[in-house]
């Protein structure tokens, strides 16, 4: 029977136990959040110029860690194959490096001397918010957690991190680094947490902001825990989704295909903006539908301790029975034979790929998460039903458009009509599956509310303050 006060890792891949961690009790939690806070006092009056270098610090103290040691680690935890881990790594560092490298920018105040009167003098400054609250997922838990915890700390913030039970090494390394490289221990702090613990965390008078990546079910807990907190703290979530993709008439098929089979299929589908859904006009579609087909049959599903391995398990036993509930109940066609992939078995967490057509929208899989290694193929006749159709989702955080902008003036003019009419938080043109630090990462509808990355990330952790002097008072 489960201990209700630890929590145990169970590695995808062998159901092996792999690290347990022992909750705090709440009183151990108000001293976590005292430090914090009083930490945070301290902190903010730290130069923002020495915060940005302790953050490069940082990055150094990562790069030491880098190897097979922290790759396996990652796998173990939960299931991705080793060999595509270096990725996750590369892109938190790189990630890392360009929100640095905005900071000051970001963080510099406004001057309104331009349009001052003589004797006035008015500003507005960016001040930080407090105490963060973090929480991270497991699905990419190196990436996610790098967009709130170090712009948040380089703010000024202090920071309490809670990974998920599935990746609580992944916290710890990130909280090894930072302190290693300089941040002051009550800054940057990881919790390991019960669900009822998360919620005294996020209800606390201390807590100013909670940044929370997950579904769509934990982030409605986390806003009525925050709801029912004394006043009125901030709350980002980043949630779900459904992501569609709409392949024209003159995409690039091969370069297509290539990318949307990755785009579904990496991470074994396990990812908030992997591709779910594809709608491929008619003109195109048997050709599309036959090469997608023939990649996806080419994977290799296995042990993601092998480096020949290029799909791994999904997280849990009862995820996977979930995926392989949602396909069949569809009652659509599957194209893959499961026998292609005999590892998958319904006492484990292997998931054979699928690719299924004759779907429509009344079918959950075409219109609920399934985060796993399955897509439907759906057939459309013009920009107009695609669009309505990828519009048709109860999630709203990607799109992507397949068209041959390159050689067509009119395919460009056509993929800017539908970013207009697309209601998503991002919408790429002959490319999916992928975060731009530079650009805003934000969602619509179900896929969540606020934003990370860019700019407007920096923002979203601080808050303005405005400075009005009347100097001259005669």
């Known amino acids: 029977m489960a201990n209700p006060n630890s929590q145990t890792t ?16 709440e009183s151990e939690l108000d001293e976590k959040l005292r430090k914090a806070a009083r930490a945070q006092k301290e902190w903010e009056k730290v130069d923002l110029k020495e915060r940005i270098a302790i953050g490069r610090k940082f990055m150094e103290e990562f790069e030491k860690m880098k190897g097979d040691d922290l790759y396996l680690e990652l796998t173990e935890q939960m299931g991705r194959p080793v060999g595509q881990v270096p990725g996750e790594i590369k892109g938190f560092l790189s990630r890392a490096q360009y929100l640095l490298s905005i900071a000051e920018s970001s963080l510099a105040g406004v001057s309104l001397k331009d349009t001052d009167a003589p004797g006035v003098r008015r500003y507005i400054k960016r001040v930080p918010l407090g105490v963060v609250f973090a929480i991270a997922p497991w699905n990419f838990p190196y990436l996610t957690s790098m967009n709130p915890v170090l712009p948040a700390i380089v703010a000024g913030n202090a920071v309490l991190l809670k990974p998920s039970p599935q990746t609580p090494l992944t916290a710890e390394r990130f909280a090894r680094a930072l302190l290693n490289a300089g941040v002051p221990e009550g800054i940057i702090q990881v919790l390991h947490l019960s669900p009822i613990l998360t919620s005294y965390v996020v209800r606390h008078e201390l807590v100013d902001f909670v940044s929370f990546t997950g579904s769509v079910v934990g982030g409605q807990a986390v806003e009525r825990a925050a709801v029912e907190a004394p006043g009125f703290k901030g709350v980002a979530l980043e949630l779900g989704g459904k992501d569609p993709a709409y392949v024209r008439a003159d995409a690039d098929l091969n370069y297509t295909i290539a990318e949307l089979v990755d785009g579904a299929m990496f991470n074994s589908g396990q990812s908030c903006c992997s591709i779910e859904r594809i709608y491929v006009h008619e003109l195109v579609y048997d050709k599309f539908v036959e090469g997608y087909v023939d990649l996806v049959k080419q994977y290799k599903l296995g042990d993601p301790t092998r480096f020949d391995t290029s799909l791994g398990p999904v997280v849990s036993i009862a995820s996977a029975e979930r995926i392989r509930r949602q396909v069949a109940d569809a009652g659509a066609k599957a194209l893959i034979p499961e026998d292609l992939f005999p590892i998958a078995q319904q006492n484990n967490a292997y998931v054979a790929p699928q690719v299924l057509v004759n ?34 989702s109860p999630y709203g955080l990607t799109a992507s458009i397949w068209t041959n902008a390159a050689e067509n003036p009119d395919s460009e003019k056509a993929f800017l009509q539908m970013v207009d009419q697309l209601n998503t938080g991002t919408v790429f043109l002959n490319r999916c599956d992928t975060v731009d630090p530079a650009l805003s990462w934000t969602g619509v509808k179900n896929s969540g509310r606020g934003v990370s990355l860019s700019k407007f990330g920096y923002d979203q952790l601080t808050r303005p303050k405005s400075v009005h002097m009347k100097i001259k008072t005669k």
């Open 10 to 25: 169970i590695s995808p891949h062998n159901q092996a136990p792999l690290c347990t961690r022992v909750y705090p009790d």
């Open 359 to 392: 779907v429509d929208h009344t079918m959950d899989v075409m219109m609920e998460e399934t985060f796993g290694p399955v897509v439907g193929i759906q057939k459309v006749s013009s920009d107009e039903e695609a669009v309505r159709l990828m519009n048709d």
